[in-house]
C-alpha cells in the first residue's frame, strides 16, 4: 500500500496549529503544508476573489503532487469557499469553522466570546452557525486582523508584548460579566492559547476545532500506512519574506523544522 499524501492549506502558519493534531493522529502520512502568504491577511480579502485564488492556488499543487485529500486549515478560507472547493475536486476536501457547537456545552454564564478574522465573523456562514447551534447564549464576537499577525511574529521568534494582546481584547476585558468560553475561530488563534488566557483573570476555556479536523482525516484515510513518517514532510509558502519589511525568515525556518517539516521553501 503507498503512503497517503496529504495537504494542510493557510494562508500564514496558522494550519499548524491543526497540522500538529492531525500528525498525531495519522503519524503513517506524508504531509504537505502550503501557506498563502502572497495573498495574507485571507480574513480580509473579497469572497469573489478568495474563491478564485484558492481555486488556481489548489489546483496548480494539486497537479504537481499526488494528493488524496486536502484539510483547508484556515476558518476565513473554509467559511467562503468549502462549498466551490469541494464542487471542484474529486478528492476529499476536510475544512475548519468555528466550534460554536462545542462551546455552548462547555459554558456556564451563557456567554460566549467568538474570536476570529474580519471575514469570518462577517460571513453568512458565521451567522448560520451561531443562529442553529447558540440559541439561547449570548455570542459577543471580535474580528482581528492585528491578533492574526501577532501569531504571525511568534512563530518568527518575536516576543508577543501583553499589552498588544489586551488591546484586540479590550471590548471584553471591561465587561461585567465577561465570556467564560471563547472559540478560537481562526487557526492562527490557538497558537496564542496561553496569551489569550494571561488576559483574564478568571478561568477560560478556549476551545478551537483542531481535534475534530484531525478525528475527520482519521476517519476518511485511517491512519494513512504501516509505519510513522518521519523526515520527509515539506512546506511551501508563495512569496520570498522580505528582511526590510521585519520578517525573519530564519527563525521561520526553525518553527517549521520545531513541527517536523524538512524544507520550507517558494513554491513556483
Ligand atoms: N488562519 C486563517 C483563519 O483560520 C486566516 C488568517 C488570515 O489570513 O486572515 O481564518
Same mark, same amino acid.
Given at each position: 500500500?503507498?503512503?497517503?499524501?496529504?495537504?494542510?492549506?493557510?494562508?500564514?502558519?496558522?494550519?499548524?496549529?491543526?497540522?500538529?493534531?492531525?500528525?498525531?493522529?495519522?503519524?503513517?502520512?506524508?504531509?504537505?503544508?502550503?501557506?498563502?502568504?502572497?495573498?495574507?491577511?485571507?480574513?480580509?480579502?473579497?469572497?469573489?476573489?478568495?474563491?478564485?485564488?484558492?481555486?488556481?492556488?489548489?489546483?496548480?499543487?494539486?497537479?504537481?503532487?499526488?494528493?488524496?485529500?486536502?484539510?483547508?486549515?484556515?476558518?476565513?478560507?473554509?467559511?467562503?469557499?468549502?462549498?466551490?472547493?469541494?464542487?471542484?475536486?474529486?478528492?476529499?476536501?476536510?475544512?475548519?469553522?468555528?466550534?460554536?457547537?462545542?462551546?455552548?456545552?462547555?459554558?456556564?454564564?451563557?456567554?460566549?466570546?467568538?474570536?476570529?478574522?474580519?471575514?469570518?465573523?462577517?460571513?453568512?456562514?458565521? &451567522?448560520? *452557525? +451561531?443562529? /442553529?447551534?447558540?440559541?439561547?447564549?449570548? %455570542? $459577543?464576537?471580535?474580528?482581528?486582523?492585528? !491578533?492574526? #499577525?501577532?501569531?504571525?511574529?511568534?512563530?518568527?521568534?518575536?516576543?508577543?508584548?501583553?499589552?498588544?494582546?489586551?488591546?484586540?481584547?479590550? &471590548?471584553? *476585558? +471591561?465587561? /461585567?460579566?465577561?465570556?467564560?468560553?471563547? %472559540? $478560537?475561530?481562526?487557526?492562527?488563534?490557538? !497558537?496564542? #492559547?496561553?496569551?489569550?488566557?494571561?488576559?483574564?483573570?478568571?478561568?477560560?476555556?478556549?476551545?478551537?476545532?483542531?481535534?475534530?479536523?484531525?478525528?475527520?482525516?482519521?476517519?476518511?484515510?485511517?491512519?494513512?500506512?504501516?509505519?510513522?513518517?518521519?523526515?520527509?514532510?515539506?512546506?511551501?509558502?508563495?512569496?520570498?519574506?522580505?528582511?526590510?519589511?521585519?520578517?525573519?525568515?530564519?527563525?521561520?525556518?526553525?518553527?517549521?523544522?520545531?513541527?517536523?517539516?524538512?524544507?520550507?521553501?517558494?513554491?513556483?
Amino acid at each position: 500500500m503507498s503512503v497517503k499524501q496529504v495537504l494542510i492549506f493557510d494562508s500564514g502558519i496558522g494550519g499548524l496549529s491543526v497540522f500538529e493534531r492531525v500528525i498525531k493522529q495519522s503519524p503513517a502520512i506524508k504531509y504537505f503544508y502550503l501557506f498563502d502568504n502572497a495573498y495574507f491577511p485571507y480574513g480580509e480579502l473579497k469572497p469573489d476573489f478568495l474563491i478564485q485564488r484558492l481555486m488556481s492556488l489548489l489546483s496548480s499543487f494539486v497537479g504537481r503532487h499526488k494528493i488524496d485529500l486536502i484539510v483547508i486549515a484556515c476558518n476565513s478560507a473554509s467559511t467562503v469557499a468549502l462549498q466551490y472547493l469541494r464542487g471542484h475536486f474529486s478528492i476529499p476536501i476536510v475544512g475548519v469553522v468555528p466550534a460554536i457547537k462545542p462551546a455552548t456545552f462547555l459554558t456556564k454564564n451563557g456567554v460566549i466570546g467568538l474570536l476570529a478574522t474580519p471575514a469570518t465573523i462577517n460571513g453568512a456562514y458565521t &451567522a448560520r *452557525l +451561531i443562529d /442553529e447551534f447558540a440559541a439561547g447564549k449570548q %455570542v $459577543l464576537k471580535i474580528g482581528s486582523t492585528q !491578533l492574526v #499577525k501577532l501569531a504571525e511574529l511568534k512563530l518568527q521568534g518575536k516576543l508577543i508584548q501583553q499589552a498588544d494582546m489586551e488591546s484586540v481584547l479590550a &471590548a471584553w *476585558l +471591561i465587561l /461585567e460579566k465577561m465570556p467564560d468560553t471563547i %472559540v $478560537l475561530g481562526c487557526t492562527h488563534f490557538p !497558537l496564542l #492559547k496561553a496569551e489569550i488566557a494571561r488576559c483574564f483573570k478568571h478561568k477560560i476555556n478556549l476551545v478551537d476545532s483542531g481535534n475534530a479536523i484531525a478525528q475527520r482525516v482519521t476517519q476518511l484515510l485511517g491512519k494513512g500506512g504501516m509505519a510513522e513518517i518521519k523526515n520527509t514532510h515539506q512546506a511551501y509558502f508563495t512569496k520570498v519574506y522580505q528582511p526590510d519589511e521585519g520578517a525573519n525568515f530564519n527563525a521561520l525556518q526553525r518553527s517549521f523544522l520545531a513541527y517536523g517539516f524538512n524544507s520550507l521553501q517558494l513554491y513556483i
